[in-house]
């Protein structure tokens, strides 16, 4: 299926009104997906993207070096969709400041939670940076009355293993933007958090 076209048909019968969203534009196999990264936002210019075609998109390029880190060698979103890891964002459409509208979380909140519903098999969620944190808890409280994750920073609570139903959860930092060249340290977190998803997905 083409996610592109299915999260479209999602924001329209949703009357989401956006400014040139941004959609992950793959084709894949809904059941062969085992994780997903949930970034914040996407790039201003749609050619930086994860998906972009654009050659060595800056969202991609950064994901390649974590990937690599972590020792798992890939050097297209392909490969990264190849090994059942899909990414997306929490918000579809990029921030117009430093920080994220807290509306646009919520307006856009029924694409992610339909991204979300689409993969039956499964196993991680990571929530790459705070927007992805509380867009997920949005979700889960309305279900359950209980957020997935305590409301903490995310360097007090990446130790504790967290559990959404049968799916572990790993906060962790964002995995874009220049955050990850002025605080290196949160670099090596995310590598640290992608080697051990590895671990988790594979047994």
């Known amino acids: 299926m083409n996610v592109h076209t299915y999260l479209a048909d999602v924001s329209r019968q949703n009357h989401i009104l956006m400014d040139s969203p ?23 210019d749609p050619a930086n993207g994860f998906y972009s075609a654009a050659p060595d998109p800056e969202y991609m390029k950064t994901a390649r ?7 798992v060698p890939v050097h297209s979103m392909q490969d990264i969709l190849n090994l059942g890891i899909y990414v997306t964002t929490a918000v579809k459409t990029p921030k117009s400041g430093y920080t994220v509208d807290p509306e646009a979380i919520k307006t856009q909140l029924p694409i992610l939670e339909a991204e979300m519903a689409l993969f039956s098999n ?15 808890n949005m979700i889960a409280k309305a279900r359950t009355k209980k957020n997935v994750i305590p409301s903490k920073p995310t360097g007090a609570i990446r130790g ?7 799916i572990r959860v ?12 002025i605080e290196p340290f949160k670099r090596d977190v995310v590598t640290d958090d992608i080697r051990r998803m590895m671990e ?4």
Not at 26 to 31: A, G
Not at 65 to 71: M, Q, R, V
Not at 122 to 136: N, P, R, T
Request: glycine share 8%; net charge negative; proline share 9%.
């Open 170 to 181: 790993f906060p962790s930092y964002i995995m874009t933007g220049k955050n990850l060249l």
């Open 65 to 71: 070096g974590l990937f690599e880190n972590a020792g």
């Open 160 to 166: 504790n293993e967290y559990f959404w139903g049968d």
């Open 122 to 136: 499964l196993k991680v969620i990571m929530l790459m940076g705070d927007v992805a944190k509380k867009a997920v």
């Open 22 to 44: 941004q959609f992950p534009d793959c084709d894949l196999n809904p059941e062969d997906i085992r994780v997903i990264m949930i970034s914040e936002v996407p790039p201003p």
């Open 200 to 203: 988790y997905v594979k047994g």
